[in-house]
């Protein structure tokens, strides 16, 4: 039984994995004061109530917010008497080469990210990750990770928006029925959420020009299918990338012990 853990600067997710199929997924708000009793106490719980044993033998974690990987260690120490696989640690292979600039430190979901579109699509890729940040991350034919392009996210341009102009609300993204508003919510909803589309093609075309070659456009992250639904942006939706890019490493890592 095996626990994969994506910590985001948001939110953190954990996924129940039984060698063939993920089990159960929940989500909760990352903060590093969080200890490892109240993370067991709350999977404990879930997992009751989804009728699930508690008997996990391995974890792995990926993580952009470095301060709760601690008690993610002492968690699974405690709780499961297993040290964690985490990954952009030494200790933790990957089955991709990461060709980038020479100190560069990537981050672990853009890692997990490639590894799990390269298994699922091949190479030649563009995995682009609606998370506080939206990720464009370049496969290459080999499945290598070879660079990418980091934007803000969506909400965190709308949060900007509100926290820095006194007189503009905070509102959700959503498509809006025309581009030009008429109130300042609607204003707002058009400039993101059509500004997004713009980005993403954009990005999206310039990556292809660049590396003068056909790739595939795979999304993931919550958004996704809300800017999908206004124009094909993408080849494919994967909601579970992340998850199963952390499993494809964790078996890569036992078979290669």
Not at 100 to 123: I, K, S
Not at 147 to 171: F, Q, T, Y
Request: charged share 20%.
């Amino acid at each position: 039984m095996l626990l994969t853990v994506d910590c985001g600067n948001t939110n953190t997710v954990f996924a129940i994995w039984d060698g063939a199929r993920f089990l159960a997924s929940w989500r909760c708000a990352t903060q590093h004061q969080r200890t490892a009793d109240e993370y067991y106490t709350w999977l404990r719980t879930l997992m009751a109530l989804n009728g699930i044993e508690m008997s996990i033998t391995d974890v792995i974690v990926s993580s952009t917010v470095p301060r709760v990987v601690f008690n993610l260690r002492v968690l699974c120490d405690r709780y499961f008497g297993t040290r964690p696989l985490v990954v952009g640690k030494p200790e933790t292979k990957l089955p991709v080469d990461v060709r980038v600039d020479a100190g560069t430190q990537v981050g672990p979901d853009r890692l997990v990210n490639t590894v799990g579109g390269y298994d699922r699509h091949g190479g030649d890729l563009i995995v682009v990750d609606f998370g506080t940040a939206t990720t464009f991350d370049v496969v290459e034919t080999d499945g290598a990770y070879v660079g990418g392009v980091i934007a803000p996210g969506a909400n965190l341009s709308l949060e900007a928006l509100h926290m820095a102009a006194a007189a503009l609300p905070h509102v959700d993204i959503t498509q809006p029925q025309r581009v030009v508003g008429t109130n300042t919510v609607a204003c707002m909803q058009s400039g993101v959420f059509w500004g997004y589309v713009g980005l993403i093609k954009e990005i999206a075309a310039r990556i292809r020009a660049e590396r003068d070659r056909p790739m595939k456009v795979i999304a993931t992250g919550g958004l996704a299918p809300l800017f999908q639904q206004a124009e094909v942006l993408f080849d494919a939706f994967e909601d579970d990338l992340t998850m199963h890019g952390l499993t494809v490493i964790h078996r890569y890592n036992k078979e290669n012990a």
